[in-house]
T-cell receptor
Framework: DAKTTQPNSMESNEEEPVHLPCNHSTISGTDYIHWYRQLPSQGPEYVIHGLTSNVNNRMASLAIAEDRKSSTLILHRATLRDAAVYYCILRDATRAGNMLTFGGGTRLMVKP | EPEVTQTPSHQVTQMGQEVILRCVPISNHLYFYWYRQILGQKVEFLVSFYNNEISEKSEIFDDQFSVERPDGSNFTLKIRSTKLEDSAMYFC?????????????FGAGSRLTVL
């Protein structure tokens, strides 16, 4: 799977929006962009995914650059519960194995 | 909301002992996975399983490891002879479709401590 690059850590204030960036300059046309997060002492949790268009769900929004070489996960109002490691992962739709490869992610700290 | 359940939540074992970690995936899911996370490190893929056979495995998943779906609901990971470096959180996951949009649902994990 193509590689992603994320900042190691970010800080946010509670109740403010958070924009988590991800660079994936080697993305291929069949790669979906997935975001997962891992709360402390828990398993990874699906957040959102997209292919080309921006996506919204109850947890977050995903903004995908027009050239698809970068994306941004947007948490509209950060809460203390959103403190977690956020992983940006590319998933090749043509790959048979179907597994996800996790990188180091971005550790989001939320200040009250 | 459907969830993946894992047992035990924590297991302590002596080096060289066999360990079986159990998972109950979401009932209508067809694809099953094991991942592990050594303390402070990345989440690492171990193996994926579909149609009663391994579809992919990583270099970590050597002959000491095996997976099985013994009945219609359980999915197990066996470590035949545990080593100190097997100490980690082990996460089971399942998914319902095979595509790039595939979404995995993870369990809360089983912590394995090898003494």
């Amino acid at each position: 799977d193509a590689k992603t690059t994320q900042p190691n850590s970010m800080e946010s204030n509670e109740e403010e929006p958070v924009h988590l960036p991800c660079n994936h300059s080697t993305i291929s046309g069949t790669d979906y962009i997935h975001w997962y997060r891992q709360l402390p002492s828990q398993g990874p949790e699906y957040v959102i995914h997209g292919l080309t268009s921006n996506v919204n769900n109850r947890m977050a929004s995903l903004a995908i650059a027009e050239d698809r070489k970068s994306s941004t996960l947007i948490l509209h109002r950060a809460t203390l519960r959103d403190a977690a490691v956020y992983y940006c992962i590319l998933r090749d739709a043509t790959r048979a194995g179907n597994m996800l490869t996790f990188g180091g992610g971005t550790r989001l700290m939320v200040k009250p | 909301e459907p969830e993946v359940t894992q047992t035990p939540s924590h297991q302590v074992t002596q080096m060289g002992q066999e360990v079986i970690l159990r998972c109950v995936p979401i009932s209508n899911h067809l694809y099953f996975y094991w991942y592990r996370q050594i303390l402070g490190q990345k989440v690492e893929f171990l193996v994926s399983f579909y149609n009663n056979e391994i579809s992919e495995k990583s270099e970590i998943f050597d002959d000491q490891f095996s997976v099985e779906r013994p009945d219609g609901s359980n999915f197990t990971l066996k470590i035949r002879s545990t080593k100190l470096e097997d100490s980690a959180m082990y996460f089971c996951a399942s998914s319902g479709q095979l595509s790039g949009a595939n979404v995995l649902t993870f369990g809360a994990g089983s912590r394995l401590t090898v003494l």
